[in-house]
């Protein structure tokens, strides 16, 4: 028995970017079986690693019994508490190499829009130049910079992290690895 998803509007299709998966595991928050589960970063009081499902999130139930927050650090310009609170502890995170880190522009949190790789940032330029940007500042000359751009992989590390201002459509992307 599965049913329609809760919105998540800084993450909009979290089953294509892995977060969320079909599961027949009951939530630990609620007990309940709704069909999927939560399968992204915790951080929290308790282990909750693929235990909590898409509803708890998205109602701030998961963050307020467990103190969980899901989405790491948070990068770009500076937000309002309720807006940080609206993507860190209500947003399913997503997995990456190192600590995932979101996107804020325009006064408000980006949406994810998954991990990508160099083939799918060809659509991207904006998202392209600020991995550039990224790389020219960790001190890399130019064609080790043009390298790590084309060797950017969705399954494999380097791996880029696409998202969308909600404001403004900028794409935005950063980059990691182990
Ligand atoms: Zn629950
Ligand atoms: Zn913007």
Redesign the pocket.
Known sequence: MTEALPVFPYHPDPPSTGSIAPSATA??????VRGYIYKGPVHAVADLSDL??P??IADG??AQRYEAHFTGELIGDEVSLEVVLSVDARTPGFSAWQDPQWFFHCGDGAAFLGPVGATDLAAFPDAIEVLRSEALAWGWAADKVENHLGALDKDSQPTAYLFRCRTCSTHLAYADFT
């Not at 939530?27 to 309940?32: L, N």
């Open positions: 939530c630990v928050c609620c007990g309940r909590l499902y509803w708890c139930s998961a």
